[in-house]
């Protein structure tokens, strides 16, 4: 059943049942989850209830497994199972429950571990055995080409991944991508604040024209950018060609030889300036 949010004006899509602390919602053609800002663990219960406006409503037929009026009757029904309610955390914001159980083993409990010793091992007999190093040894990074930085990706707070950079409302809180760089290699480049540049790896690779951020949050032998930006499809309508794309500057890709893990903050890159 859609409903549409006095507040925010937002046209949604609920679904409910007593179990589900979820609600997915469909937005401007984006789907979202609509989570209660509570965590409830095994000793600490918190909860900011500042979205119990949202009115979510059952399918046709469901109605007797969602007997609530509001969301906060929904956060309410959900903390009693833990033990406290919504008025109580709306008081003290915080409450705290005895442990029941160990955190890691009884004083009596006898400890064994999956190893050959049934203990931690430093040192790693098999390991050896498999010709790999029976203790972890550093392997220093290499070191970037003449004129390059390390390139460094992460997360923003407005998107998950490359996901929603297409969606009207978090496009509005953030609507591209910039590199960070260091005031010291800005200098050297002559690069302000707001300028565009392209940025072009070890192996060549060019990337979209991207916004350049001067900051001394990064250093000086680094770039920064955050990842989900720079989408090729013309379907895309707002984020098109808006950015620059991380993941296609990562073309040398490391893998641990033990575990199969993947290392990509191991690519470098200039800037292109004047054709951006």
């Known amino acids: 059943?859609?409903?549409?949010?006095?507040?925010?004006?937002?046209?949604?899509d609920f679904v409910s049942s007593p179990n589900a602390a979820v609600a997915v919602a469909s937005i401007t053609g984006h789907c979202f989850k609509h989570r209660p800002d509570s965590l409830i663990g095994s000793a600490?219960?918190?909860?900011?209830?500042?979205?119990?406006?949202?009115?979510?409503?059952?399918?046709?037929?469901?109605?007797?497994?969602?007997?609530?009026?509001?969301?906060?009757?929904?956060?309410?029904?959900?903390?009693?199972?833990?033990g406290t309610s919504?008025?109580?955390?709306?008081?003290?914001?915080?409450?705290?429950?005895?442990?029941?159980?160990?955190?890691?083993?009884?004083?009596?409990?006898?400890?064994?571990f999956k190893t050959p010793s049934g203990k931690i091992e430093l040192y790693s007999q098999t390991l050896e055995d498999a010709g790999h190093d029976p203790m972890p040894r550093y392997t220093p990074p290499h070191d970037p080409p003449e004129n390059h930085y390390r390139l460094i990706y992460g997360r923003g707070p407005a998107h998950t991944f490359g996901r929603t950079t297409n969606n009207p409302l978090l496009f509005e809180l953030m609507p591209e991508n910039t590199v960070w760089v260091n005031p010291l290699a800005a200098s050297r480049w002559g690069l302000d604040s707001g300028d565009y540049v392209k940025l072009k790896n070890q192996d060549g690779v060019v990337s979209n024209r991207v916004r350049v951020r001067v900051t001394e949050r990064i250093r000086p032998d680094s770039v920064f950018m955050v990842h989900g930006f720079g989408h090729t499809s013309r379907q895309l309508r707002l984020t098109y060609n808006v950015g620059a794309n991380d993941t296609a500057l990562m073309t040398n890709v490391k893998v641990d030889p033990i575990m199969g893990g993947t290392g990509m903050r191991s690519n470098f890159v200039t800037f292109i300036t004047g054709e951006a």
């Open 1 to 12: 059943m859609r409903r549409t949010d006095s507040r925010s004006g937002i046209s949604a």
């Open 44 to 82: 600490v219960v918190h909860i900011d209830a500042t979205d119990s406006h949202l009115i979510p409503r059952p399918a046709v037929g469901l109605e007797q497994h969602f007997p609530w009026q509001d969301y906060g009757e929904v956060l309410d029904w959900e903390l009693r199972q833990a």
């Open 86 to 112: 919504l008025e109580e955390m709306r008081q003290i914001g915080v409450k705290r429950f005895p442990r029941t159980k160990p955190m890691y083993f009884a004083e009596d409990e006898e400890i064994n």
